[in-house]
């Protein structure tokens, strides 16, 4: 058959079916996207799962709808669907990178590696995930820059979840002069560090020596807190108290 018989062929009716299923389709995938959103938010579901669930049903619909719309031209979905499957194994070659995109997807939502929400970082990019696909996930760096990362890099890289547990350590390295007499430091420190409300008590702040240098000695304070967000702000206000202790030192 050719294009042009093919053309004949498509009456009015036709026509307005195929317009009406593409809009339905438009209107279907904002209704279920708006129903799972709403639906997700009053049951407390994850919404990495409803972000899943959503991008299924997307395509579900599209594919259904492509398939009505085939059908009401007279074409035949049979043939395309063996056609397909006789392409399927050069088309394989040229997508190979989109299915293990999928794969990896599949396997890191199953695992529950990460969710919407946590920090992470792969391949040196770190930043807060902020949506997740079966393909891509999409995290937000401090700066409000967006990174697209495929998921087959979970699969062949290390990756890192900074909240995946509510315990953190944080880390002050501080350097005192030598004239400072360094048990009496190390025991100050320690103690305006357990002083602090947002300090946990167990395990206890401790000081580690770990070099002498030029400037003089090299420490690091090493706390811990019940809050995977709160690394930059209680870390800013050790440094505060820390300083305090420092300045009263030297005086």
């Not at 395509?59 to 043939?79: H, R």
């Amino acid at each position: 058959m050719t294009i042009e018989s093919f053309l004949t062929g498509i009456g009015i009716y036709d026509i307005i079916i195929v317009a009406i299923t593409l809009i339905a389709t438009f209107i279907i995938i904002r209704w279920v996207s708006y129903f799972l959103k709403k639906t997700g938010a009053r049951l407390e579901i994850d919404v990495t799962l409803i972000q899943v669930l959503r991008e299924i049903l997307k395509y579900t619909i599209i594919a259904i709808s492509l398939t009505i719309i085939l059908k009401q031209l007279g074409i035949d979905v049979t043939a395309i669907a063996v056609s397909f499957g006789i392409v399927g194994i050069a088309l394989g070659f040229a997508a190979r990178d989109t299915v293990s995109n999928f794969i990896s997807g599949v396997f890191v939502i199953a695992d529950k590696s990460f969710r919407v929400g946590d920090i992470i970082e792969v391949s040196n990019k770190k930043g807060k995930v902020i949506r997740m696909g079966l393909r891509l996930t999409t995290i937000q760096t401090y700066d409000k820059k967006i990174i697209t990362v495929p998921n087959s890099l979970f699969s062949s890289n290390p990756y890192i979840n900074y909240t995946a547990s509510d315990l953190r350590r944080v880390d002050l390295d501080i350097t005192i002069p030598y004239e400072l007499e360094i048990e009496k430091t190390l025991k100050s420190l320690e103690d305006v560090a357990s002083k602090c409300e947002w300090v946990l008590k167990k395990p206890k702040p401790k000081v580690i020596i770990k070099e002498l240098s030029d400037a003089g000695v090299k420490l690091m304070l090493c706390i811990w807190i019940n809050d995977p967000w709160g690394v930059a702000e209680s870390k800013s206000l050790l440094a505060k108290e820390v300083n305090k202790i420092l300045i009263s030192e030297n005086a």
